[in-house]
């Protein structure tokens, strides 16, 4: 393993927690290993483990992204990812109120609908 990779799989763990990762690297197969090698060291060992901004606005910049491209299966991995991260709720609505003026409300509307869920399953110790 390179060292961009292990750091990506650190910074992975940081942000993601142990049991998530854990559950995805059991998932993975020879189909699927060059991929996950790929976006751990590239977005994990290089975006996220960049310390030019902090882990909360690199959330809330994701969370953004995701919902203004419509990307919203990864939504809530990156919600409950804010307990680690330290973005809070409020800092999640700012990051989806972009969206709706920038992107286009029905997306910030859905990023909402699924933020909402996602903290209510972390709330009920679902997530």
Known sequence: MSERYER???????????AHVDRAEAAKT??????????????WGTVWASDRISDRERSMLTL??????????????????????????????????????????PRANRALAIAKATYAEMEDGDG
């Open 8 to 18: 990506g799989m650190a910074v992975r763990r940081k942000v993601l927690g142990d």
């Open 30 to 43: 020879e189909f699927d290993e060059a991929f996950q090698g790929l976006i751990t060291e590239a977005a």
């Open 64 to 105: 953004a992204l995701l919902a203004a491209l419509g990307n919203f299966e990864e939504i809530p991995m990156h919600i409950r990812a804010t307990a680690r991260t330290g973005a809070t709720k409020q800092d999640v609505l700012e990051a989806f109120q972009h969206v709706a003026i920038y992107a286009g409300v």
